[in-house]
């Protein structure tokens, strides 16, 4: 059985295209489940009526849940299900005909259960490979051992996640060493083991590299080009505070360092502080097309040192006690 969980809050526009999208599916789900913030009612008078009109042809949940942020509501909506198959998708993905049919037969094609999670290929957001300028830059801030020709579908150096390849051919599947929440599946008895982060609030930046390199430890974790969907990301457009999102980013990248990645050592600090304030804030000015938001820019820089102060006044405190 095949459960699918969406998290959304203020989006009855894109949650209804999101299900209209896999109304369409080669093979449909056992029950959609929607993990509703509840900031707004628009949101439960669109679903409501799409339960009531029955438009989907499949069994549609539908659950206020508090409070609000992502990581939260997939691990209430995640609770609720009934399906072996957990698939989480954000409210702003369409899936392609066969998205559902692609990541199920992954799973199917392992009787060991050796693979715990499986994510389709993002076709507007795929691995741009880093050239020449960038990428030296970028590769300061390695291990070495970690620099490599493509970090295609890796976690390298201070918790930098890239996303996969786009490959539609022979070798669709790749083993990666992490999946993106917005169109991922699970065992559902492998992800109630784990779950997403209750302390990652909100935004909940990092969430999705936080849970599915815990499990990578321990499972295989597959991306497949077969599986293909369009993610709007809409995320940014709800953000009303950069130098909080910034600051947020640093502090959750440093858990995932420090307490996942299991990476303490000063050489490494240092690089995580290298690449925050020198490689972001470069790569922001000079490797963008668009003319740079200076405004914008700046409130970025201003919450990613907020954030390393943050850092560093918990280390000093941690020394004190």
Known sequence: MISIIIATDRRPHEIKECLESLKGQSLLPDEIIIA?????????????????????KVRLKYYNIGPLGAAVQRNKGAEKATGDILLFLDDDVLAEPDFIKEITSVFEKDPER????????????????????????????????????????????????????????????QAVDWLPSCCSAYRK????????????????????????????????????????????????RTHKSWI?????????????????????????????????????????????????????KLARLTGRLWGIFSILALSQKAKNL
């Open 36 to 56: 509703h913030g509840g900031s707004d009612a628009e949101t439960e008078e669109t679903v409501n009526s799409l339960v009531i009109n029955n438009d989907l």
């Open 114 to 173: 050796k693979i715990a999670g499986v994510s389709g290929t993002i076709v507007n957001q795929t691995y741009t490979r880093l050239r020449r300028i960038n990428k030296f830059l970028f590769d300061i801030s390695l291990r070495k051992g970690e620099r490599r020709a493509s970090y295609a579908g890796k976690v390298v150096g201070p918790a930098v996640n890239f996303l996969p390849e786009d490959k539609r051919l022979a070798e669709a599947e």
């Open 189 to 236: 008895d492998i992800f109630l083991e784990y779950e997403f982060n209750k302390n990652f609030k909100g935004y909940s930046f990092m969430e999705d590299v936080e849970l599915s390199s815990r499990i990578g430890k321990k499972y295989r974790l597959i991306n497949t080009s077969k599986a293909r969907c369009f993610h709007k990301d809409l995320g940014g």
């Open 244 to 296: 909080f999102v910034e600051k947020m980013k640093v502090l959750n990248r440093w858990y995932v360092m420090t307490k996942v990645l299991e990476k303490y050592s000063l050489g490494d600090k240092i690089r995580f502080f290298y690449y925050q304030i020198v490689y972001c804030t470069l790569a922001e000015i000079n490797f963008v097309k668009k003319r740079p938001d200076i405004k914008n």
